[in-house]
């Protein structure tokens, strides 16, 4: 018997989600794709709230809706991993259950990827902020054309394709997915997202950014990962250590100072925000700030800190991270 696979899986990592699920999945209703061939796994990362109630409500509306569960949770990346094993469709993506999809989104990046025969397309998003909508362009002004994804990778000088790391972004061929790039790292604490990024864009051939109705991304969520002050903030550090092996691997020395810029970036805006850290978070940070930093050539370090600017160097050293 032949199995037919759906055309489009959309993988949701779902914990404690009771509250916002219903827009996400509602808004999966209106894509202008046969829903039978939209396929849905939900991945309940050991919520504790009205979760599954939600699901039971919304598999009448949703006829290849399917969850799984973890009976303790796992995190954000194991939940996606599991999503990623369990979904069958030609093309993959992502939707976090407090955001949600424009009408037709979907339909629309379908029809693009089948017309580019890319590994990967990326579009826009749009932020929310209560009522508020900001529209966030994906930073490559080639639209519509298959394009070579090492070119999304540098200049080093401003943020380009591999910082635009939002995941619901991202409609991933099956090729890619059982090649395996698709998988999170799980050892990551936070900025998986980051690392992801990077090794699709290094591992892939063929991607092309699209102009299509977008995804709503929620902000300023109560209790958002990028809100708070605890140790998980380290992970951006171990992220970009992960891609700085990866390149040393694939002699790819070209990528190096694109990498130390945004680590450089990055810290800057943790330093900005010092106050937000207790202290037994802050010196770890720093010290492991130093060590990743001391991996990198001396020149290369001088030229990165010079482009910085002043100002932004001040406010690092003066929160403890010799640059």
């Known amino acids: 018997m032949t199995v037919t696979r759906p055309q489009v899986s959309v993988v949701v990592p779902a914990r404690d989600a009771g509250g916002h699920l219903p827009d996400a999945l509602g808004s999966l209703q209106r894509q202008d794709l046969d829903l039978c061939e939209l396929e849905v796994v939900v991945v309940d990362d050991g919520s504790a709230d009205d979760t599954l109630a939600v699901l039971e409500e919304a598999s009448s509306r949703l006829p290849a809706l399917r969850w799984v569960h973890h009976r303790t949770p796992q995190g954000v990346s194991a939940a996606r991993n599991r999503g990623i094993r369990e979904s069958r469709g030609r093309w993959v993506t992502f939707l976090d259950p407090d955001d949600w999809y424009y009408p037709g989104h979907l339909a629309a990046m379908l029809a693009a990827a089948e017309r580019y025969d890319v590994d990967f397309l990326v579009c826009d998003q749009v932020q929310a902020y209560g009522n508020d909508r900001r529209r966030v362009r994906a930073p490559e002004p080639r639209r519509h054309v298959p394009l070579d994804p090492r070119t999304g990778i540098l200049p080093t000088s401003r943020s380009t394709m591999v910082n635009y790391v939002q995941v619901s972004s991202r409609f991933l061929s099956r090729r890619v997915v059982d090649g395996g790039l698709a998988a999170f790292d799980e050892q990551l604490p936070t900025a998986e997202d980051r690392e992801w990024a990077w090794r699709l864009f290094l591992g892939t051939e063929r991607y092309a950014v699209v102009d299509a109705p977008g995804y709503v991304y929620r902000r300023a969520v109560p209790g958002s990962l990028t809100d708070v002050g605890d140790a998980r903030q380290l992970g951006f550090l171990e992220a970009y250590d992960t891609v700085l092996d990866r390149l040393r691997r694939d002699d790819l020395p070209q990528y190096e100072p694109k990498v130390l810029r945004d680590v ?17 978070v802050w010196k770890p940070l720093t010290v492991r700030a130093r060590q990743v930093l001391g991996r990198f050539d001396e020149r290369v370090v001088a030229q990165q800190v010079a482009a910085l600017g002043p100002e932004r160097v001040r406010t690092v050293r003066k929160q403890g991270v010799s640059l």
């Open 264 to 280: 450089l970036a990055v810290l800057h805006h943790h330093a900005a925000r010092r106050s937000a850290y207790p202290a037994d």
